[in-house]
């Protein structure tokens, strides 16, 4: 089945660094999702890519979407406490495969 | 803003029994998933429900597992013999068709708080 891999497994900075998750997906994606779960919470949707190579922001978050539609990337600039969480991907063919995630803690 | 609504918050069960995990998806959505996340891993795609039956569902879905949408409210997932590796948070999510870029798989999808289920 469809593979969707995300690296790192866990991420600590401090508070003020920045911060990039990667996803890589063993297969082309028609679209890819991004999703915040807060400890203790439910994933959250943040945004979806759509077209090859697209890059979008969100204030401090800028995110990715390879040219071959097979990988996509999450970089928070100057994080802060409230970014801690887990970030998941989400690739879509026939189904939504989450990714493994990245949790991020943020060292006040 | 809508939510999706999941009873009861914790169930706890003994190995063998029945339980049925609820849900209210958002009104106006027509697309439902169930999700499970085993502590601190990653969340795992169940099953995908589409005018009234599966549209999808991944290894995980097997016999012991099903789905319903008994009215137009509620949706439904039930494990009919509980094992211990059941034990894991489950996640209800519902999407609008006709969200961002049109189409289920390109639509967000919105989650409920989860049911954490622990089999004992």
């Known amino acids: 089945g469809q593979q969707v891999m995300q690296i790192p497994q866990y991420q600590h900075v401090q508070e003020g660094e920045d911060f990039t998750t990667y996803c890589n997906s063993s297969t082309t994606l028609s679209n890819i999702q991004w999703y915040k779960q807060r400890p203790g919470g439910h994933p959250v949707f943040l945004i979806q890519?759509?077209?090859?190579?697209e890059v979008k922001k969100q204030k401090r978050l800028t995110f990715q979407f390879g040219e071959a539609k097979k990988n996509s990337s999450l970089h928070i600039t100057a994080t802060q406490t409230t970014d801690v969480g887990t970030y998941f991907c989400a690739g879509t063919g026939n189904q939504f495969y989450f990714g493994t995630g990245t949790s991020l803690t943020v060292i006040p | 803003e809508p939510e999706v609504t999941q009873t009861p918050s914790h169930q706890v069960t003994q190995m063998g029994q029945e339980v049925i995990l609820r849900c209210v998806p958002i009104s106006n959505h027509l697309y439902f998933y169930w999700y499970r996340q085993i502590l601190g891993q990653k969340v795992e795609f169940l099953v995908s429900?589409?005018?009234?039956?599966?549209s999808e569902k991944s290894e995980i879905f097997d016999d012991q597992f099903s789905v319903e949408r008994p009215d137009g409210s509620n949706f439904t997932l039930k494990i009919r013999s509980t094992k211990l590796e059941d034990s894991a948070m489950y996640f209800c999510a519902s999407s609008d068709p006709w969200g961002q870029g049109g189409g289920s798989y390109n639509s967000p999808l919105h989650f409920g708080n989860g049911t954490r289920l622990t089999v004992t």
């Open positions: 890519l759509v077209k090859s190579g």
């Open positions: 429900f589409y005018n009234n039956e599966i």
